[in-house]
């Protein structure tokens, strides 16, 4: 089916309003909209945008969505729901590239601030590390594994070796787990004094190891299992 003039003038109008004013003025489902045109260039995507919006619970959600969820909708075919996705990803990697370097991380807050700008919405189970300067900004993130961490998943030594490249002063690992509840672990408290000894060994500075969940954390560092610690 040809789209009709009324509906293209209607597209043309919306990239116009884009043009003049960025996002300024639009409602949720005129940009949600404005980008569905990019990927279906033949219907009246409004409707569409709306459903996505309902059934997600606004553009977080959507942005935020699983492939699987996405392309089951009717209309919603791979293109479309891969081009969602992607621009979260390629969003996501703007956003780190700009904070790299720029801005010291001075407290928890700043590393889940930078996290939730760059990995939010990541639905697997992961172990990072930030390798950081000697003004505590940020050099790098590194993904050292995915999954559940068991003592075989891990290898401090190469974990801290990695600091070299970056040439980093200390570093800051993350634990990111998907779940609501957190509780810490006797194996993570023998992980954190086995990556603190290995930086030591070579002059590198643990802040602290991390561990999030969707709505909490647990610092190390406050609970008392890195060297210096106040409790």
């Known amino acids: 089916m040809t789209i009709t003039s009324s509906k293209a003038g209607h597209r043309k109008r919306l990239k116009g309003k884009y043009i003049n004013t ?17 990927a279906i260039p033949r219907r009246d995507v409004k409707p569409l945008a709306k459903e996505l919006l309902g059934r997600f619970k606004g553009l977080k959600g959507v942005f935020e969505a699983k ?4 392309s089951c909708i009717p209309g919603i075919g791979d293109n479309t729901a891969i081009l969602l996705i992607l621009l979260k990803e390629i969003a996501g990697a703007y956003l780190l590239e700009q904070m790299i370097g720029r801005h010291p991380v001075r407290s ?56 070299f490249k970056y040439n980093a002063r200390s570093i800051i690992f993350v634990h990111n787990t ?21 930086a030591e060994a070579i002059d590198i500075i643990v802040h602290d190891y991390l561990i999030t969940g969707s709505s909490s954390h647990i610092s190390a560092r406050e609970l008392g299992w890195l060297k210096g610690s106040n409790s």
Request: charged content about 35%.
């Open 178 to 198: 998907p779940g609501e509840k957190i509780t810490p672990k006797g194996l993570e408290k023998h992980l954190v004094k086995e990556l603190e000894s290995s």
């Open 22 to 38: 960025s996002l300024e003025g639009f409602h949720d489902y005129e940009v949600l909209e404005l980008l569905l045109t990019f």
């Open 67 to 70: 492939y699987e969820d996405l």
């Open 108 to 163: 928890a807050k700043d590393v889940f601030d930078f996290l939730e700008l760059t990995f939010k919405g990541e639905a697997s189970e992961k172990f990072l590390a930030l390798y950081l300067n000697t003004k505590n900004e940020i050099l790098g993130v590194e993904t050292i594994h995915e999954g559940g961490i068991d003592r075989a998943s891990i290898s401090p030594k190469k974990v801290i070796e990695k600091a």
